[in-house]
């Protein structure tokens, strides 16, 4: 791309413009990362102190899309001894009694030198790094434990400031710019608690589809895992609210035979799902990135990695501004625009994983076992599965980044 004198313009503005980013989860912290390595000045808000934003019980399973994305940033080799990899995937139609494996050679040909399917990272070693790595740069002012009133970022909207919703699925932000956003509350909700088994298979993964809703089995390291278990969500609040030994002897009932919880490892905790879109992630100089812009459900694992191609995509724009190669101006619309096929693939596909399998429909069992049958015979299939869950449906049709 050449750049014409209007965006050698923007280029040399863009090395004044300030990203002000609502939010330190683990979205807005890696995007205020991203930037500052660009050379942009990035103010970072929570109103989380440093100690609480660590302190969330819950570790997320992390695909190839993310692995990129971190490795760019400099920060998968300081996670890599924190994460589990799993080798194996292994889906299980409990209701059809069928089950496919998803093994290494699935993966597209760029991914397999990484040696794992995915890998599980606990929340609090990814926030300490994140963390540490924004205190140690100069670009980035983190003002931790400050809930900035929506009115106020807003109010400071100016041609060299880019403000940015990184506060999650109920986004102040986002509600007081009045942009336009659909929401529908699954009944299903989820269930997620740590936990020691035994019996289970070593560096694998599992995700189960019972007829209440899929069940997520992710490796810790040694013998601890995390649940993700959805179900409808008074089941889940009721199941998170019983006595551990109940709780371990109705996990007992479901898991793989041969597997059994040896000890719940913290509190289970209970939330509701939905599944949410903003058409538009943008209004003025107004961004939404991560679950400010959309939620979907988590079979599949994709919740953060969904977020994090967020980051990705508008950091290849942002850099693309600082090289000249395109006009600040158009960067909101851009950003829209190319995160749309992704998130509404990855969107409808787990809806409709979720309405296909989460049911005991006898119309549907021959097509179910039909699709574990194609699944576990054509590799073709799992390559093209995979890589969709992995790399992002956006990526099908094209060579893999290097
Ligand atoms: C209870 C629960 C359990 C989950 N468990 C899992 C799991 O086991 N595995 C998994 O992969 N995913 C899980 N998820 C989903 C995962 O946490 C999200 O995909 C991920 O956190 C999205 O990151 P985010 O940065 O976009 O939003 P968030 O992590 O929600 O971060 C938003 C940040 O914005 C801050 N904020 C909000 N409003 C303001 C304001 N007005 N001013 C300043 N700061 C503000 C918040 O304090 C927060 O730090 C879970 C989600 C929930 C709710």
Same mark, same amino acid.
């Given at each position: 791309?050449?750049?014409?004198?209007?965006?050698?313009?923007?280029?040399?503005?863009?090395?004044?413009?300030?990203?002000?980013?609502?939010?330190?989860?683990?979205?807005?912290?890696?995007?205020?990362?991203?930037?500052?390595?660009?050379?942009?000045?990035?103010?970072?808000?929570?109103?989380?102190?440093?100690?609480?934003?660590?302190?969330?019980?819950?570790?997320?399973?992390?695909?190839?899309?993310?692995?990129?994305?971190?490795?760019?940033?400099?920060?998968?080799?300081?996670?890599?001894?924190?994460?589990?990899?799993?080798?194996?995937?292994?889906?299980?139609?409990?209701?059809? #009694?069928?089950?496919?494996?998803?093994?290494?050679?699935?993966?597209?040909?760029? @991914?397999?030198?990484?040696?794992?399917?995915?890998?599980?990272?606990?929340?609090?070693?990814?926030?300490?790094?994140?963390?540490?790595?924004?205190?140690?740069?100069?670009?980035?002012?983190?003002?931790?434990?400050?809930?900035?009133?929506?009115?106020?970022?807003?109010? @400071?909207?100016?041609?060299?400031?880019?403000?940015?919703?990184?506060?999650?699925?109920?986004?102040?932000?986002?509600?007081?710019?009045?942009?336009?956003?659909?929401?529908?509350?699954?009944?299903?909700?989820?269930?997620?608690?740590?936990?020691?088994?035994?019996?289970?298979?070593?560096?694998?993964?599992?995700?189960?589809?019972?007829?209440?809703?899929?069940?997520?089995?992710?490796?810790?390291?040694?013998?601890?895992?995390?649940?993700?278990?959805?179900?409808?969500?008074?089941?889940?609040?009721?199941?998170?609210?019983?006595?551990?030994?109940?709780?371990?002897?109705?996990?007992?009932?479901?898991?793989?035979?041969?597997?059994?919880?040896?000890?719940?490892?913290?509190?289970?905790?209970?939330?509701?799902?939905?599944?949410?879109?903003?058409?538009?992630?943008?209004?003025?100089?107004?961004?939404?990135?991560?679950?400010?812009?959309?939620?979907? #459900?988590?079979?599949?694992?994709?919740?953060? @990695?969904?977020?994090?191609?967020?980051?990705?995509?508008?950091?290849?724009?942002?850099?693309?501004?600082?090289?000249?190669?395109?006009?600040?101006?158009?960067?909101?619309?851009?950003?829209?625009?190319?995160?749309?096929?992704?998130?509404?693939?990855?969107?409808?596909?787990?809806?409709?994983?979720?309405?296909?399998?989460? @049911?005991?429909?006898?119309?549907?069992?021959?097509?179910?076992?039909?699709?574990?049958?194609?699944?576990?015979?054509?590799?073709?299939?799992?390559?093209?599965?995979?890589?969709?869950?992995?790399?992002?449906?956006?990526?099908?049709?094209?060579?893999?980044?290097?």
């Amino acid at each position: 791309m050449t750049a014409d004198p209007q965006s050698r313009d923007s280029a040399v503005k863009a090395v004044h413009q300030q990203f002000r980013i609502v939010g330190a989860g683990p979205t807005g912290a890696l995007l205020a990362l991203g930037l500052a390595q660009q050379g942009f000045s990035v103010v970072l808000h929570d109103r989380l102190s440093a100690e609480l934003l660590l302190s969330r019980s819950r570790a997320y399973a992390i695909t190839h899309s993310s692995r990129r994305l971190l490795q760019d940033l400099g920060l998968w080799a300081a996670l890599l001894d924190q994460m589990e990899p799993f080798c194996s995937l292994r889906l299980d139609d409990c209701s059809a #009694h069928c089950t496919a494996w998803f093994h290494i050679r699935d993966l597209r040909p760029a @991914n397999r030198p990484a040696e794992a399917i995915g890998w599980v990272l606990d929340h609090r070693p990814l926030m300490s790094l994140l963390l540490e790595r924004l205190e140690a740069s100069d670009q980035v002012a983190l003002q931790l434990d400050d809930a900035t009133p929506a009115e106020e970022a807003l109010a @400071n909207e100016g041609s060299r400031q880019w403000i940015v919703a990184a506060d999650g699925p109920r986004s102040m932000l986002r509600r007081s710019a009045e942009v336009p956003f659909l929401s529908h509350p699954y009944r299903q909700g989820c269930l997620t608690v740590k936990l020691r088994l035994t019996g289970a298979y070593q560096h694998c993964a599992y995700e189960l589809f019972r007829p209440e809703g899929p069940m997520a089995v992710l490796p810790l390291g040694q013998d601890r895992y995390q649940v993700v278990w959805s179900a409808p969500l008074q089941r889940c609040r009721d199941r998170a609210a019983s006595s551990a030994s109940e709780l371990v002897s109705t996990l007992d009932a479901i898991l793989p035979e041969g597997v059994d919880v040896v000890q719940l490892l913290d509190e289970p905790g209970a939330f509701p799902l939905e599944l949410s879109l903003a058409p538009r992630l943008h209004r003025g100089s107004l961004l939404l990135v991560g679950e400010a812009g959309h939620r979907c #459900h988590p079979v599949g694992g994709q919740g953060l @990695n969904l977020c994090w191609r967020d980051v990705s995509d508008l950091l290849n724009l942002t850099a693309a501004v600082r090289r000249g190669e395109m006009a600040s101006p158009s960067l909101a619309r851009r950003y829209s625009r190319c995160r749309r096929i992704d998130l509404v693939g990855v969107l409808l596909s787990t809806d409709l994983l979720i309405r296909f399998f989460s @049911n005991h429909n006898p119309l549907l069992m021959p097509f179910r076992r039909l699709a574990l049958f194609m699944l576990k015979r054509i590799s073709w299939i799992r390559r093209f599965s995979l890589s969709a869950m992995t790399d992002g449906p956006g990526t099908l049709l094209k060579p893999l980044p290097k």
